[in-house]
């Protein structure tokens, strides 16, 4: 396969996820906002944070006022991360990799493409705001379907697997980096109201509330918050997850093409080190350096990769 | 344009009568409800947008990508018309390739007078890197859209001979497909000759044009200038369809004296390069040095004989429209037979008493740039306005050997499929050739580019023409 595809392909699932991702923190912070929260403000600031946006946002808007949040991350051309310019970019990447692509994934992307830029097309009232999110989840889901339906699991299946599961951990890493200090075992309100509000955010926001629910059958302490998008397996975004399925992508390509690359020694690192961890332990650690170094060391796997497989000459 | 003026149609003979090749077609279609058609019509579209079946408009930033119309009533060709044709476009094109290697050679044509010297030697699309060498299996044009218009029931013209990298295949295969969607009972009744082996015979025809030093299967790719070019489709779909590789000028290098490209294990070396980016791009160190769309060095590994370029460099001299006028003398002269496909004819504006011509009847004439393409930069007499003669008038005299002038052809009419029915507008025909060391294939059919504005006579997709399946029957 060219490196060129390879780099398309990573590229396409990583803003087809990234678009699904800011979709999910916007409805996070919708329904938080509208339900629980005495300060709705600091609610949306908080999203904007997590969506790494917060200085291009800052530089065009004087305060966190829901309308103006929403539109910046849902239809905002000038925010490289919102939902627009996320499937625009991937659908761009699509036309790049067409060939490598069945026709099924390649029109669920086009036409998620043409369903959003017209849903996007102006401005959302909050009214609507619920069927557009409803939307673009949709769409994100046919796309994914199309893939698991109709891709040869072959080198191609891996690369997109890469993309994305880089993306999420990626996220997921960023909600509990910017919320850190309400999973502190020693946060000052734990017991209080205030915690379950966040906790709640912080579950919403990778549409975990409910199986978090029950597999803890209602336990909501910061601990066990914590455990669940680190180190629960079974849960699709959580850090383990998402390590575990980069983890057995790059072994199929090192099996595929017979050779095991300096990403391949990267990702074993952190396996490793994932698999020795408890809670308890990262907390010793301190949360916030434990988060903070998996960002980087995440990032840093991300670049090897574009360089072990050659995506840019 | 005058519509007193009559035109030859393929299909309607008066007002309740046909043409023999759509007879078949005429009984299925009366008794069609015009509101379903309507219907299949809106869901055509529908198909290619979801598809991505598209092109790119250069200047025009907002709308990047449109759509060709699709017009749902087919072109049929009858089966002895379509033999005498495609024996006309062999013929032609066998000619082009003996023209391109002598003129690359040793220039008898030129030496026997039959052809001026300033013609070749002064012409841009002449690449004098070109002198000398031989391409592999002496194949200069792989791949040949033969232009053809018709203005009679015999009457068949070659319009353009389109040797460097014509388009379109792309759009005569999704339209078939598009149709057999669609009306599947249609082609249980009428026997069409199949077109979707192209890309098959695509491959193997290219694949047996690799270098002589290639052993084992040969690896072929596409070159593209990328997804901002306005036939980018076409590309990735035909890369798709033959199953080889889409590349760029920088996914490309040269590796040990082959071009390579870059893959996630390395560089693998290519052996056909099927290349959609025009000479002056194709290698800055020895053309264009701002190319970024090309690979440095590709030409120094042609003429080393390690790659096939499809079409060869410098072909495009064959249909420089200036040479165009030379084309029956150049067909008897490299074939001994007189060509079998009739010229438009063509008055050279370099010469002064042509242009004299020219400049008088302006207004009933079509004029074109010598290099041009795409329908830019051309001028339908009988169409423009005062001020756009008189300003064209200018240009010409300015710089006369830039132009040819042609009479406006009355081109054939076939009916599109509009809103009160059916109205006739004008069409033209691509026919796609393939040219390998073991002979020349044409496809069926073709692409027919239709003009969709009542009277116009522009059919380029460019500007607002579109297209319809063409069908060619059996016997």
Known sequence: MLGKTAGGLYWMFRFLERSENTARLVEAGFRIALTRSKDPASEWKSVVTTAGVRSSYDAKYDGYMAANVVDFLLRDTTNPSSVISAIEKARTNARMVRTALTTEVWEAVNESWMGLKEALKKPIRE????????????????????????????????????????????????IIDVKYYTLLPTASFV????????????????????????????????????????????????????????EENLNYLAKDYGIRLPCHEMIDAQRDKLRQQTIDTIFDEGLHQFITAFIRDNNAIGQQIEQDYRFIG | MPSERQYFDEMLLGSDNVRVPYAEYQKWFANEDPTRLSKKSKEAEAFFRRTGITFNVYGQAAAQERLIP?????????????????????????????????????????????????????NEAFLPQMIGVTPPGSVYTHIVGTDIVRTGEDDFFVLEDNARTPSGVSYMLENRETMLQMFPELFSQIKVQPVSDYPKNLRRSLAACAPDNCTGKPTVAILTPGIHNSAYFEHSFLADQMGVELVEGHDLRVVDGHIAMRTTEGYKVIDVLYRRVDDDYLDPLNFKPESMLGVPGIMDVYRAGNITIANAPGTGIADDKALYSYMPEIVEFYTGEKAILKNVQTWRCSETDSLAYVLEHLAELVVKEVHGSGGYGMLVGPAASKKELTSFAAKLQKNPSNYIAQPTLSLSTVPIFAKKGLAPRHVDLRPFVLVSPKGISITPG???????????????????????DTWVLED
């Open chain 2, 446 to 468: 073709g692409l027919t580019r239709v003009a969709l504005k009542d009277g116009s006579l522009v059919v380029n997709s460019s500007q607002g023409g579109g297209t319809k």
């Open chain 2, 70 to 122: 699709f017009d749902l009533i087919p072109r049929i060709i009858a089966n002895r018309e379509w033999t005498k044709l495609s024996k006309g476009i062999e013929q032609r094109v066998q000619a082009i390739n003996a023209f391109l290697h002598d003129i690359y050679h040793r220039q008898e044509i030129l030496r026997a007078g039959v052809v001026p010297v300033e013609l070749i030697s002064r």
């Open chain 1, 127 to 174: 009214t609507e705001l619920p069927a557009v999110l409803g939307e673009i989840r949709r769409h994100s889901a046919l796309v994914r379907g199309a893939m698991q339906g109709t891709m040869l699991r072959n080198d191609i299946y891996d690369f997109t697997q890469i993309g994305t599961v880089l993306e999420r951990a990626d996220n997921t890493a960023r």
């Open chain 1, 191 to 246: 017991g209080s109201a205030l915690d379950n509000v966040q906790w709640e955010t912080i579950l919403r926001s990778v549409s975990a509330h409910r199986s978090f629910r029950w597999l803890n059958s209602d336990e909501m302490t910061p601990a066990a918050v914590a455990e669940f998008l680190i180190l629960d397996s079974r849960f699709p975004r959580s850090l383990s997850f998402c390590s575990r399925i980069l």
